[in-house]
């Protein structure tokens, strides 16, 4: 079974489908799976609200997919769940020496056969075969006809997501609306519930997106001293109204519908003529990996662009089921390699797709990049929000500079141009062999309020801070 999971996130349509697949990979929903290793074929019955059982079929050669199911993502979370429990757990699936009758009707409607190489012939096999020549006409216009009909749905799926969106962004207006009236330190004390509410709602109007951000704001605001908490609270909220403001000016930009509602596959992006290429050396800064709410686990990866003379970064995003587990990572912090990225097309490209790799390299120190003069540390910070204001982790390279504890025991990363005197807090818990050292460069994601530390460079090499 010649599948795992990239092929099938790659598949999705949406991350509202990978996760609610992952509710549905367990053996108990499953009454019947079955393969056929000859056919190249896995399919299954899972039970549903209704009395009868969704049939699901997979081609696991091409990837091509049928299911019973009345939803009109493609593919739905059915043809998922089977591909996700054929590439976790394929002794699942019982081996079959035969179809069964409606999986050989789907074949039989899918595959045609090889055409063959016409003869000359008189007489009434020539009558015959113009005949024959006119129905395939016949079926070209037919199909031309079809195609133009799944256009013209597909225009009409794409208009209504859009007024469901447009819908639940209003229902968003008036909910952060609610929450200043209420005043900013009960939003904090009930976030959780409160934005578990809103979430729900815009999964309902197929902003999936926007809704899984939304279920985070309660862990981010919990991960600051409660006296930053409503600051937070008023940033994460002026994030969504400037988001959602962007989106309805430009609904179809793919950014804005990328972190709204649902985004582009992955080979769409590759295929791009317009999408940013980068052919450089890179290397891998560090990870973060989050367990959301919605059942998903977000893995990123961030890396550093080595022959650049200014800090550039990309993102290496990836969702996957929780119920999945820990997955082997493709890269570990420090590894080094060339490659050629695209880039999601955006108004500040971080997130990156690898297209090609062309082999490893041995590590090495960071180039000495250009920090500028004045050297803040939060220009880069500043240029992205006047881009992209609703961004919420911005990567930074911070020039020299020190960690230190202040009397509270919070860690502070500390500027060594000393009149300058800037300072920023440190999210969660440092290595106390880390005090005081003197770090030529770090790398480090800012979300407004807090660092979280990558890696640095000292006087004994590379650091792993994440």
Request: net charge negative.
């Given at each position: ?102 999986v050989n009707d789907w074949l039989g409607r899918r595959r045609k056969t090889t055409p063959q190489p016409a003869q000359p012939v008189p007489g009434a096999e020539a009558k015959r075969i113009g005949e024959a020549a006119q129905a395939d006409e016949s079926t070209a216009v037919e199909d031309i006809a079809a195609e133009e009909r799944r256009e013209a749905a597909q225009r009409k799926r794409a208009e209504s997501t859009r007024e469901a969106v447009s819908a639940g962004l209003d229902e968003l207006d ?293």
């Amino acid at each position: 079974m010649e599948f795992d999971l990239k092929t099938i996130e790659a598949l999705a349509p949406d991350q509202a489908s990978l996760s609610a697949a992952s509710k549905l990979t367990k053996r108990t929903n499953w009454p019947r799976l079955e393969k056929h290793e000859q056919q190249a074929l896995i399919w299954g019955e899972c039970q549903g609200s209704g009395s009868n059982p969704y049939r699901v079929v997979v081609d696991t050669g091409d990837h091509g997919y049928k299911c019973t199911c009345p939803s009109r993502k493609f593919p739905c979370k059915h043809t998922l769940a089977l591909m996700w429990i054929a590439a976790t757990a394929p002794a699942s699936f019982a081996a079959a020496n035969t179809t069964p009758e409606w999986v050989n009707d789907w074949l039989g409607r899918r595959r045609k056969t090889t055409p063959q190489p016409a003869q000359p012939v008189p007489g009434a096999e020539a009558k015959r075969i113009g005949e024959a020549a006119q129905a395939d006409e016949s079926t070209a216009v037919e199909d031309i006809a079809a195609e133009e009909r799944r256009e013209a749905a597909q225009r009409k799926r794409a208009e209504s997501t859009r007024e469901a969106v447009s819908a639940g962004l209003d229902e968003l207006d008036q909910w952060i609306a609610d929450q200043l009236r209420l005043g900013l330190s009960g939003f904090v004390d009930a976030s959780s519930d409160r934005c578990r509410r809103i979430a729900a709602r815009l999964v309902d109007m197929k902003a999936a997106a926007l809704a899984g951000r939304i279920d985070e704001i309660p862990s981010r605001l919990m991960g600051l001293r409660s006296e930053e908490r409503s600051d937070a609270a008023i940033r994460e909220l002026g994030k969504l109204v400037l988001l959602a403001k962007a989106w309805r000016a430009a609904p179809d930009d793919p950014e804005l519908k990328r972190l709204v509602s649902t985004s582009e596959p992955r080979e769409q992006v590759l295929s791009s003529p317009d999408a940013r290429q980068v052919e450089s050396l890179w290397e891998v800064l560090g990870e973060k990996i989050e367990s959301r709410r919605d059942g998903l686990v977000s893995h990123s990866t961030w890396l550093l662009d080595l022959k650049s003379a200014t800090p550039q970064f990309a993102l290496l995003l990836d969702f996957f089921p929780a119920s999945a587990g820990r997955r082997s990572n493709a890269f570990a912090p420090g590894d080094r390699f060339n490659a050629r990225l695209v880039f999601y097309p955006s108004r500040m490209p971080l997130r990156a797709l690898v297209a090609e790799r062309t082999g490893e390299v041995a590590p090495g120190a960071w180039p000495d990049f250009a920090f500028g003069t004045a050297k803040d540390p939060l220009a880069t910070h500043a240029s992205h929000q006047d881009a992209a204001p609703w961004i919420a982790d911005c990567p930074l390279m911070l020039p020299p500079g020190a960690i230190l504890l202040d009397d509270r025991g919070t860690a502070w990363w500390q500027a060594e141009d000393e009149p300058q005197g800037i300072a920023l807090p440190i999210a969660g818990a440092v290595d106390q062999t880390l005090l005081g050292l003197d770090l030529a460069a770090t790398a480090a994601l800012w979300n407004g309020a807090r660092l979280e530390l990558l890696a640095a460079q000292s006087e004994f090499g590379r650091l792993d801070l994440a």
